[in-house]
C-alpha cells in the first residue's frame, strides 16, 4: 500500500472514530435536553445557596435564559459520552503503538479520566461553598448581589478546568518518571519550586481571594507527592 493510500486510510479511520463521538455526544445531549433548565438549577445550587434572602441570578441578554441552560446540557453530555469518546480515540491511535504502550495507555487513561472528574466534584462540593460564602459576605453593605447566568457559567467552566487540570498532576508526574525524563530524586530536589509554582497557578485561576487560591494550591502539591510516591513504585521503561 502506497503512503497516499495509507494517509486516507487513516482519514477514513479518523472520520468515522468522529462520527462516532459525536453521535454518542448528540445522544446523550438530547436525552439531557428536556432536563437542562434543572441542570443549570443544580450547578448555579452553591451560589444560590449563599445568597442573601430574596437573592438571585438574572438574565441579561434576551437569549441567554435558553442557550445557558443548554451549554450546561451539552457539558454534561460530554463528561457522560467521555468515555465511549476516549474509546473511540483509543481504537484510532492503538494500531501505532507498541504493546507495552498498550498496556500503559489505558490505566493513564482510566486515570486522567477519574481524577478530572474529581476535581470538578472538588471544586463543586468544596470550593465553590467556600469561595461563594466569602464572595456574598464581602459585598458593601447595600449593594444586591445578582449574578449574570451566563457570566456564572463562564466562572464555573474555568473553576472546573483548573481543578481538573489541577487533578492531573500525578498522571503527569507518573509519566514523566515511566518514560524516563526524570527521576523520582530529581522530583523530590525540586518540591520547593513546586510548591511555590502551586500557590501561582492558584493566584492566576482563582478568584483574588486567598481561600480560593489556598484551595487549589494545596491539592496540586498534595498530587504532586502523590505522583511522587506512586511513580516510586513503578520501573522506569527500559524501551525508552
Not at 483509543?90 to 501505532?96: D, E, H, L, S
Not at 461553598?129 to 449574570?148: E, L, R
Request: hydrophobic content about 60%.
Amino acid at each position: 500500500m502506497s503512503s497516499h493510500e495509507t494517509f486516507i486510510t487513516h482519514l477514513i479511520e479518523l472520520r468515522t472514530r468522529l462520527l462516532h463521538s459525536a453521535v454518542a455526544l448528540l445522544l446523550v445531549f438530547i436525552c439531557l435536553f428536556p432536563f437542562a433548565s434543572d441542570l443549570y438549577a443544580l450547578l448555579a445550587s452553591p451560589l444560590l445557596a449563599k445568597l442573601p434572602k430574596g437573592g438571585q441570578m438574572i438574565a441579561t441578554d434576551v437569549t441567554t435564559p435558553f442557550f445557558v441552560p443548554m451549554k450546561v446540557a451539552l457539558m454534561a453530555a460530554f463528561l457522560i459520552s467521555l468515555p465511549y469518546i476516549l474509546y473511540q480515540l483509543w481504537r484510532f491511535v492503538a494500531p501505532a503503538l507498541y504493546a507495552h504502550e498498550k498496556k500503559m495507555v489505558w490505566p493513564l487513561v482510566i486515570a486522567s479520566t477519574l481524577l478530572f472528574f474529581c476535581g470538578m466534584a472538588f471544586a463543586y462540593f468544596a470550593v465553590f461553598p467556600i469561595v461563594f460564602g466569602f464572595i456574598t459576605s464581602a459585598a458593601p453593605a447595600g449593594v444586591a448581589v445578582m449574578t449574570d447566568i451566563d457570566k456564572y457559567l463562564s466562572f464555573v467552566l474555568t473553576m472546573f478546568i483548573a481543578f481538573g487540570v489541577t487533578f492531573q498532576v500525578p498522571v503527569a508526574v507518573v509519566v514523566l518518571v515511566r518514560m524516563g525524563v526524570v527521576d523520582v530524586a530529581k522530583l523530590r530536589e525540586i518540591r520547593p519550586y513546586v510548591v511555590v509554582g502551586a500557590f501561582v497557578v492558584g493566584a492566576i485561576f482563582t478568584p483574588p481571594d486567598i481561600v480560593s487560591q489556598f484551595m487549589l494550591a494545596m491539592p496540586l502539591w498534595l498530587l504532586y507527592e502523590a505522583g511522587i510516591v506512586v511513580a516510586g513504585w513503578m520501573p522506569v521503561n527500559a524501551d525508552t
